[in-house]
């Protein structure tokens, strides 16, 4: 699936994360993700938004958008016939190696990331990851608020220098964890 030709954004001002979700859902899962292939394929996304944000967030108020842990069982609906469930990690500061990102996103396995100022505010996919399989330098990240896919190097990542996704520094990631 090309992300960026679908040019697909988020409803509102806190549907990141649902917009996320789907798009995660929609890679991991080729009969969800046939959906945004239709011609009311818009329509069905931005209505899968809305659903995702009730379910991610049954406790928490929506409009402070999604949890990493809301964000971990949202992705997981589709991730666990695969044979894995998401969960959520810290960004680590400098010192995070990406390790388990590194590995994940090349093995098809999207991974989202909660990015903020000085407090989390918005969440993005991480869909690719280029360069040397052995040290990999950029990653692709699907941006909601646009709809495209943004390329960000792997050391702003690591430095809280990030540009392009809206604010600079990385608060947590949501990755796959082991086989089930």
Same mark, same amino acid.
């Given at each position: ?98 390790? *388990?990102? @590194? %590995? ?10 909660? +990015? =903020?100022?000085?407090?989390? !505010? ?14 990999? *330098?950029? @990653? %692709? ?10 390329? +960000? =190097?792997?050391?702003?990542? !690591? ?22």
């Amino acid at each position: 699936m090309r992300i960026a030709a679908l040019a697909l954004t988020q409803r509102d001002g806190t549907t990141c994360g649902p917009s996320v979700a789907v798009m995660a859902g929609a890679l991991l899962d080729r009969e969800y993700g046939a959906s945004l292939a239709r011609p009311q394929g818009r329509a069905w996304f931005a209505a899968e938004q809305a659903r995702v944000h009730d379910v991610a967030n049954r406790i928490w108020p929506r409009a402070l958008g999604t949890t990493p842990a809301g964000m971990a069982a949202a992705i997981s609906v589709h991730s666990a016939p695969r044979g894995r469930r998401y969960r959520w990690r810290p960004w680590r500061g400098r010192r995070d190696r990406l390790a *388990d990102v @590194l %590995a994940a996103v090349p093995a098809g396995w999207p991974v989202a990331m909660l +990015v =903020g100022g000085v407090i989390p !505010r918005h969440w993005v996919l991480i869909v690719e990851a280029t360069g040397d399989a052995s040290m990999f *330098d950029s @990653l %692709a990240c699907y941006e909601p608020s646009s709809g495209e896919v943004r390329t +960000v =190097g792997v050391d702003a990542v !690591r430095r809280a220098r990030l540009t392009g996704l809206g604010y600079p520094r990385p608060f947590a990631f949501v990755v796959p964890g082991p086989l089930l």
